[in-house]
């Protein structure tokens, strides 16, 4: 892992409060606050309800974007990642119950509800914005 996906990485750790944006039926942009992971190979993921509008609206167009990080108003100075991505909602038992986590309680019944599932969302361009620098670093997918 280089130094670029560690600083990325960190941004995510334990898990960020993120603002993703998708784009409604009538082609314009949503954005609403969710709660995400990212795994070793920067592949992002969070929790959410089946019936949610965004669940429909990544159904309908995968294409996402994604920004998190300096959050903390005392903290001015955090670097903070933008998150150009396509996501998919998951709803195989195996993944729900390898996401689970006992907070979710608040929102499903278990890791079998039927309203919970998981968006994992695949980067293909992620720019690193730190505040003392003027350009972002950025990171992009290898070529498939």
Do not use: C
Not at 25 to 40: I, L, S
Not at 68 to 80: I, N, T
Not at 87 to 102: F, G, Y
């Amino acid at each position: 892992m280089d130094d670029l996906e560690s600083k990325i990485l960190a941004v995510f750790s334990p898990a960020a409060i993120a603002a993703l944006a998708t784009i409604t039926e009538q082609g314009r942009p949503w954005v609403r606050y969710v709660v995400v992971g990212a795994a070793p190979d920067l592949t992002l993921g969070f929790a959410t309800s089946l019936g949610s509008r965004k669940v429909g609206q990544m159904r309908a167009n995968p294409e996402v974007h994604l920004t998190a990080g300096a959050g903390d108003l005392e903290k001015m100075g955090q670097p903070y990642v933008q998150v150009e991505g396509r996501a998919a909602v998951l709803t195989d038992p195996a993944v729900k119950r390898a996401h689970w986590r006992e907070e979710l309680k608040d929102y499903f019944s278990g890791p079998d509800d039927p309203d919970y599932a998981i968006v994992v969302i695949k980067p293909r361009r992620i720019e690193y914005w730190a505040f003392d620098a003027r350009t972002p670093r950025v990171w992009e997918a290898p070529a498939a």
